[in-house]
């Protein structure tokens, strides 16, 4: 592959702007920016749960999903389409596999669980809000449905997760109370 970064500073953002796969310079807050920094963000979430130890058969997905997010994050930069729609249909494998040996919810989660539970959770909301931004990006640019797809199926993966994570470390599912109405 040769010396991709050889030289990590180039200086050519120091005025607010950055470049984007296909050529075109933008300004640093560019909604196509936003999005592709939540999913580097997302992607540096899922190497802090990797730390943790997870099982392996979750371990495994997170290091598959790290290479997908890679992938994303390079299309959402404006290179040509690299999502495939098959890696939605395994997220729904992965999400009905995993679900399945845990038992419902009748309430809300608030996060937590272990640190590895907790960082999933968080992973999961810095996935929402790149989900969010990515519906930002489509209503001014062109996105593929297959990435608003992906990413809203990732969340509910990383929400599982985080729920297997937490009963695989002996943590516990704090369940949310609501209040009841001020009288």
Same mark, same amino acid.
Request: charged fraction near 25%.
């Given at each position: 592959?040769?010396?991709? %970064?050889?030289?990590?500073?180039?200086?050519?953002?120091?005025?607010?702007?950055?470049?984007? /796969? #296909?050529?075109?310079?933008?300004?640093? #807050?560019?909604?196509?920016?936003?999005?592709?920094?939540?999913?580097? +963000?997302?992607? !540096?979430? @899922?190497?802090?749960?990797?730390?943790?130890?997870?099982?392996?058969?979750?371990?495994?997905? @997170?290091?598959?999903?790290?290479?997908?997010?890679?992938?994303?994050?390079? =299309?959402?930069?404006?290179?040509?389409?690299?999502? +495939?729609?098959? &890696?939605?249909?395994?997220? +729904?494998? #992965?999400?009905?596999?995993?679900?399945?040996?845990?038992?419902?919810?009748? =309430?809300?989660?608030?996060?937590?669980?272990?640190?590895?539970?907790?960082? !999933?959770? %968080?992973?999961?909301?810095?996935? $929402?809000?790149?989900?969010? $931004? /990515? &519906?930002?990006?489509?209503?001014? =640019? =062109?996105?593929?449905?297959?990435?608003?797809?992906?990413?809203? $199926?990732?969340?509910?993966?990383?929400?599982?997760? /985080?729920?297997?994570?937490?009963?695989?470390?002996?943590?516990?599912?704090?369940?949310?109370?609501?209040?009841?109405?001020?009288?």
């Amino acid at each position: 592959m040769g010396h991709r %970064l050889s030289r990590i500073y180039t200086r050519t953002g120091d005025q607010g702007t950055t470049g984007l /796969a #296909d050529g075109r310079r933008v300004r640093k #807050d560019h909604p196509r920016v936003a999005v592709t920094g939540d999913v580097d +963000e997302l992607n !540096c979430l @899922l190497g802090i749960v990797l730390v943790h130890a997870p099982p392996p058969e979750v371990a495994a997905v @997170l290091t598959r999903l790290q290479h997908e997010l890679f992938e994303l994050g390079a =299309e959402l930069a404006a290179a040509p389409p690299r999502l +495939e729609p098959a &890696w939605t249909a395994q997220l +729904e494998h #992965d999400l009905d596999g995993f679900n399945a040996a845990l038992p419902p919810l009748r =309430e809300f989660l608030l996060p937590g669980g272990g640190s590895g539970a907790a960082y !999933c959770h %968080l992973a999961r909301a810095v996935c $929402r809000r790149a989900e969010r $931004r /990515a &519906w930002t990006l489509a209503g001014g =640019e =062109e996105v593929r449905p297959d990435v608003l797809r992906y990413l809203n $199926r990732l969340s509910d993966l990383l929400f599982v997760l /985080a729920r297997v994570l937490a009963r695989r470390a002996g943590g516990t599912e704090t369940l949310w109370s609501p209040r009841p109405p001020p009288a």
